[in-house]
């Protein structure tokens, strides 16, 4: 089985997490730090705070903005459950913006148009949350002026997109947002197994988040509420969680980050070859936005509606681990008990009728990508 994603694990990866075995520190020790200077260097961002998943990133990137009860979130119906999820866990509630057609994200005509009828509404969403859809970056530009126009803040979801490029900055940059958040997992571009990271320009988001992913404590003088009984002392400033990566996903993430470029030109290479090799098959390929630099988390085709079902099965039984990412999550029955329906989003619900996102990752070889092709060759036959 040719899966849709995979992990890259080096020797040295495995080396990095053996040392930490054998080190002092398992977890709040020196290479969580380490990890998130490598992710600055790699973003441009001033700041990261790393945490045990993208989620988890999520969640306290809302609880930094102050999202709450009596707030409202937007998102893209087009993404993976926790995106929307995060609002709900903040109390806030959550609606979704439609999508491109071309490139997945959310469309900025569609969120121009909502922003306007929310605004006489009196109704305004509080965080925006833009997702950039199988490594490609929102039109961030469109969109941050938009949230600013009408007062709203912005996060990245770019748990696809870490060594993507919008423009002449790197995607995390945060040039057109509040905090940036990436994903870690096994078949994203780089892995800490679990894991994942919030980047901001803003210290005091970057500080806030750093004390959230640690049950809400802080042991800086400065902000006590009186001295400190002694070296031990600590106090706990708000509500936290338990958030922390650790010192074995960090080691190994700072492995990673030393493939990150070679990662993502292997990933596109493979899709710009897929491109070629698709070309005359009666299917769409993904499109891309001016000036961007997808980092290709996803390769998706969308075949007819009608024989999408087929087509998968038909890939699978050849040994084609393909998926279909995403089904909206607006549809999901979580959701639709919150008042959502079907319709409500049209774009996305015909996306993903006809969406699968086929093998591609930094190991998958030519010879294995000519074995999909012909095998998608021959259920569209």
Known sequence: MIPYGRQDISSDDIAAVIEVLRSDFLTQGPKVPLFEAAIVAAT????????????SALHIACLALDLGPGDLLWTS???????ANVGHLCGA?????????????MCPKA????????????RL?????????????????????????????????????????????????????????????PVKIVTTAEGGAATTNDSALAARMGRLRSHGITRDPALMT???????YYQQLELGLNYRMTELQAALGIAQMQRLAAFVARRNALADRYDRLLAELPLRLPGRLA??????HLYVIRVAAERRRAVFDHLRRAGIGVNVHYIPVHTQ?????????????????????????????????????????AALTEALG
């Open 111 to 122: 969120l121009e148009i909502k922003l306007a009828r929310a605004a006489e509404a009196g």
């Open 291 to 296: 000036g961007v630099v997808s980092s290709f």
């Open 93 to 105: 509630e959550v609606d979704f913006v439609d999508i491109d057609p071309q490139t997945f994200n």
């Open 125 to 185: 969403p509080k965080v925006l949350t833009a997702v950039h859809m199988c490594g490609q970056s929102c039109d961030m530009a469109a969109i941050s002026a938009l949230a600013r126009r009408y007062g709203v803040r912005v996060i990245e979801d770019a748990s696809h997109a870490i060594g993507g490029r919008y423009g002449d900055r790197a995607v995390g940059a945060c040039e057109h947002s509040d905090i940036c958040v990436f994903s870690f997992h």
């Open 44 to 55: 441009g961002a001033a700041q990261a705070v790393a945490v045990n998943s993208a989620t």
């Open 226 to 232: 009186h001295e400190p009984d002694g070296d031990w």
């Open 333 to 373: 029955p979580y959701w639709r008990r919150h008042g959502f329906a079907l319709g409500d989003f049209p774009v996305a619900e015909e996306y993903y009728a006809g969406a699968i996102s086929i093998p591609l990752y930094a190991g998958l070889t030519d010879a294995q990508q000519d074995r999909v092709v």
């Open 77 to 83: 119906p087009n993404t993976f459950v926790a995106t």
